[in-house]
């Protein structure tokens, strides 16, 4: 290695550890904001907190590497720029790619470490992450609640004025609303005093109030009995309430509520699972079109033509007057060979028959919807950890030409043109993500948008620090339309 190119890697490392640093605080201070509800005041000690916080870091470290990558490589070409360095090393015959030799090896390195990372310690950290909150819960469920608040559950939420005993499992001064889907908090439920108990192997929660009351708001689908406002009343020695806390445990892990999340598997899980999704989906969608297919009254042709006793059960007999040509046969309603009364029948049922259908596909369909989501996010999570390895490689090249065009080091302007671009990209992905989840786009391509995007930019930023040109040349785009102008009016003036 020759001492130039000693010289810039140096630097580079130099910025790219240093900034790694400043940005992973940031972003963990980030993460302890976002989460400092659900970590105060819960009786956590800061062991358990410093465990929460140092699993939580793997999920965040791609996006700090990719910040990293086109902060260090602005910042370090923008200052040899700036310092007139880039122009000596021109001066002797010496590229920008030359320049950066050393350094592409070094981000290609970083992108396979960081698709190691992402598909083997990221994984790994998510599983920590979810046996983590289970154990709190498991351990001390009353960490999940807290004194003098609503705190919100599954379905329900409770308000406690103590807790003491043991992991304060004790309660005293209890207030419950119970959620529904049609109506807010029509249940309430008050207790002196109650118990939370768990165990290890158990993912129920059993919440046991004594000495309260039940109070019910009852609905009411007669206008006259609902003026009333009808309500029920109870009072109970002991009143037995379970809650799951694998809902609760997986509320911040992923949307689709599933013990083992996509940010929990690897590749070749990843790989197995869709292969299996994608075939439970089908013979779902197989057996519920069987079963529709059946209610509707729908049939096999060729298995009744085959069939003469079948044919001569399911045949209608006609008049001799309706036997002619199939174009008449068409223009017959079939109701007309009925009587009346069996007519409404006929109609009756077939329109209960078809509100049926309707109301299963409906029911069907959010079902289908979830599976078919989870499937995406499967597609998109795989597709991401390569996207992502290839993205802290193409992000270099879009920062070192970029760095050499603006020629400016420091901190201030390459801070703030990184984060412009960290933060177009970041949030092109969540949109396009967002877009992929429920089938718009491909989840193939949402996954590689944002990464060849960038890859177009840094092509063209290489093509114009390589020939020495500025970010944009507006002179020459001034030139082009007065060009443009003048000679159109060249064209009125001789027509």
Known sequence: MKILDRYILGKFLLNFFSSFVILILIFIFQTIWLYIGDLAGKGLDIVIIGKFIFYFIPSIIGQVLQLTVILTSILTFGTLAENYEFAAMKASGISLQRAMRY???FVLLLGVLTFFFENNVAPAAAHKIYNLKRNIGNLKPAAIITEGVFSDFEGMNIKVDKKFGENDRFLKGIIIHRKHRNVISNVIIKAKTGELISSKDSDILQLALKDGYYYEDVQSNNP???????????????YKINIELTDMVNQDLEEDQKTETDKMKNVSRLIKDIDSIKK??????????????LRAGAFNKSAIESNPRIKAENSVPFNDSLKTTDKTIDKINILDLYEQLMQIEILASAHSATSNLKNSISGKKRELEIRYER????????????????????????????GAIIRKGGLGLPMVVSILFFLTYHFLGVFITNSAKVGKISPVIGAWIPTIIILILGVFFTMRATNDKGLINFGSILDFYVNKFKKNSKTKIDG
């Open 103 to 105: 350094i592409i090896i």
């Open 224 to 238: 006259k009995t609902k003026k009333k406002q009808p309500f029920a009343k109870a009072n109970f020695n002991e």
């Open 280 to 293: 439970d989906n089908q013979k779902i969608i197989k057996a519920f079109a069987k079963n529709i297919s």
């Open 375 to 402: 499937y995406n996010i499967h597609i998109l999570t795989l597709h991401k950890k390569y996207a992502l390895s290839l993205s802290c490689i193409i992000l270099f090249f879009v920062g070192a030409p970029l």
